[in-house]
């Protein structure tokens, strides 16, 4: 059984001020500021975070911001196989298939690595791009942004082969104590269940 662990208080002054902060650097379009989306990243270790305006409907994004920018070699091609796999890889399409947009949810909680690396999502998508391990968690429900069906804002935490993100262990507060405050796994009330999503958890952080 994991052990729940608490944010220290130089955690909770740091989120504070990533939340009160003023920026000036607001993008022209719909996203968050780049300074914000820097220091979440400095928060949470990953090679790479982006923020990304889901339309799984209509099979697009309608925009997208990354830390640090990236220019992706192919990326039509990338983004054609994301969509062609998406609705059959478990972690991209549970908030669509569950309405679940409260769970933190990572590739691991799904699949075990031999599972991943089998699908089309991973093999045609980030295998090309070398990333394995994956954080995502979507906006809260009732956001302007996610008006209309099939959309959503999704923040991810994208990491290269190495290390899994720390689960419920005391490693947990090197990332999740600094800025989570739902479980890792905990399907919103709305939520409808999902053939083989993995069995509750208890609350990786306070």
Known sequence: MSTPVRAS????????AIVSQDRPDLPDGEGLPPSLLADLKEQIRCDVMCL????????????????????????EDLERAHWEHYWDCRPCS?????GD??????????????????????????????????LQLCL????????????TIR??????????FPSGTGRCSRWS???????????????TPFPG??????TCCA
């Open 9 to 16: 208080d130089r955690d909770l002054h740091a989120l504070a």
């Open 155 to 164: 923040l991810y935490f994208l990491r290269e082969p190495g290390p899994d």
């Open 52 to 75: 990304i305006g889901f339309d799984s409907d209509r099979q697009a994004y309608w925009f997208v911001q990354e830390i640090p920018p990236i220019d992706t070699p192919g990326w």
């Open 101 to 134: 947009l409260r769970s933190v949810l990572k590739i691991e909680d799904f699949y075990s690595a031999r599972q991943w690396h089998s699908t089309g999502m991973y093999t045609d998508h980030y295998l090309p791009q070398g990333y394995e391990h994956e």
């Open 94 to 98: 549970h908030p669509d298939r569950t």
């Open 197 to 202: 999503l993995p069995p509750g958890r208890t």
């Open 177 to 191: 104590g600094r800025i989570c405050t739902r479980p890792t796994w905990m399907p919103s009330d709305a939520a």
């Open 140 to 151: 809260p429900e009732g956001s302007p942004w996610t008006v209309g069906p099939g959309r």
